[in-house]
């Protein structure tokens, strides 16, 4: 009777401790897996927030520097032709004070 009882024990004991175990081992793996996508996915995320951020960074960098060179193309464009205008204007002004000097002394 006493081998029966301490049998039935260790057998019950075993199993419990045999559950625990694996019930135990299974909660830490769903944590681990858990932890694992959560960081995974963080990571994930955050890799796409960068590329994108910088991709948008860069865009707006680009289009900065093109908008401005566009700008500088444009104000030099207009520079040289009032620059242009100015000296065909004065060269007009020249040739005909020059000639109406030249009339002037002619007649």
């Not at 299974?26 to 944590?31: D, K, L, P, S």
């Not at 865009?59 to 009032?82: D, G, I, K, N, P």
């Not at 005909?96 to 000097?101: D, I, N, Y």
């Amino acid at each position: 009777d006493f081998l029966v009882d301490f049998l039935l024990d260790f057998l019950v004991d075993f199993l419990a401790a045999a559950f625990f175990t694996v019930f135990l081992s299974a909660a830490f793996f769903t944590v681990f897996l858990v932890d694992f996508f959560t960081v995974f996915l963080a990571a994930a995320f955050f890799t796409v927030f960068l590329v994108d951020f910088f991709t948008v960074f860069l865009a707006a960098a680009f289009f900065t520097v093109f908008l401005s060179a566009a700008f500088f193309t444009v104000f030099l464009a207009a520079t040289f032709f009032t620059v242009f205008l100015a000296a065909a204007f004065f060269t007009v002004f020249l040739a005909a004070a020059f000639f109406t000097v030249f009339l002037a002394a002619f007649f």
